[in-house]
């Protein structure tokens, strides 16, 4: 599991991450957060994501430790340990190798930490998922990092963004009572079986508005198979009414399933399913494609893709 890459986009992350680069900068520069599964943020990166490292286990000993021209130390707050390496200064003296981290960057840190336990736990039930249906593996994963991502671009605010992730992770929870035959079905279902399948909004939403301050998630994951022409489920809603998360998860999701694995449709290519996508104008926000569109192309998957046969439309 590795939350880091997905979360570090979002604004929990870089508002506790901005807060530790700050209170660390009088300690020395080029502040690196190693994190103990193996992944690394630097301070002077704040666009996101960054290829997994191999975490220096030998680094990970008490106190300070000189290496690479760096100062390395672990931290461990609430039971995670976390090694901070920056760059010494050139004027660096023996001193300077006993410094502690400022408090508020500690509680930075015990923030992530909780954060970081919250992630570990919905991807851990969403696993229950994966291992019910090959549909599943990956997918939630693929949704909260695209959903994040087509929401930024969109500059929905950080609260939103939070929402909108952890609504993308548990979009699909509710189909974890589903029998697994009916998850692996390939041709067109019957009534009554679509109809437990179309259950799971509203089991998801009703699991995850048990959990206090997260009547909003369960409120998106709710609605995340309306259609702005109103021809969705549960409830039909119309455009104005459905909340904007869902409107957002609603096109990640339709993206992933396109180019991934089902057991009922062959895999398509990226520009294949977005070219897809964008034609079915009744079911998805304009804006929110416009803004996968931008996601898509500024990512260079759209290019890196290029249609099997010819596209009229690029
Ligand atoms: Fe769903």
Not at 9 to 32: P, R
Not at 50 to 62: E, G, H, I, N
Not at 65 to 89: D, E, H, Q, V, Y
Request: charged share 25%.
């Amino acid at each position: 599991m590795k939350p880091l890459e997905l979360s570090c986009i979002t604004g929990v992350w870089k508002t506790a991450l901005g807060i530790l680069d700050e209170n660390m900068a009088g300690i020395g520069s080029d502040l690196q957060l190693w994190f103990p599964w193996g992944g690394v943020w630097r301070g002077h990166d704040r666009n996101g994501s960054l290829p997994p490292t191999d975490f220096p286990d030998d680094l990970a000993k008490p106190g300070v430790t000189r290496f690479g021209g760096r100062f390395w130390k672990a931290f461990s707050l609430n039971g995670i340990t976390w090694l901070l390496s920056i760059r010494a200064p050139m004027s660096a003296s023996a001193g300077m190798e006993s410094w502690e981290m400022p408090r508020p960057a500690e509680d930075s840190l015990r923030m992530l930490g909780d954060f970081v336990r919250l992630e570990c736990l919905l991807g851990l039930t969403m696993k229950i998922l994966e291992n019910q249906s090959r549909e599943h593996i990956g997918h939630w994963d693929r949704v909260r990092n695209l959903s994040v991502a087509i929401g930024s671009e969109m500059g929905l605010s950080v609260r939103e963004l939070a929402d909108i992730e952890l609504a993308a992770m548990l979009h699909d929870i509710g189909k974890v009572g589903l029998p697994e035959e009916l998850l692996a079905m390939a041709g067109p279902l019957s009534a009554e079986d679509r109809k437990k399948v179309e259950a799971h909004s509203l089991i998801g939403s009703a699991m995850i508005r048990e959990i206090p301050g997260m009547e909003m998630i369960a409120e998106i994951v709710l609605s995340h198979h309306e259609a702005i022409d109103g021809s969705g489920y549960p409830r039909g809603l119309k455009f104005a009414e459905i909340p904007f998360g869902s409107l957002i998860i609603a096109v990640a999701d339709a993206f992933d399933a396109m180019t991934h694995y089902r057991p009922y449709a062959i895999e398509r290519t990226y520009h294949e399913s977005y070219n897809e996508i964008r034609r079915e104008t009744g079911k998805y926000a304009p804006e929110v494609l416009a803004a996968l569109e931008r996601v898509l192309r500024r990512l260079g998957i759209l290019e890196a893709k290029p249609l099997v046969g010819t596209s009229e439309d690029w």
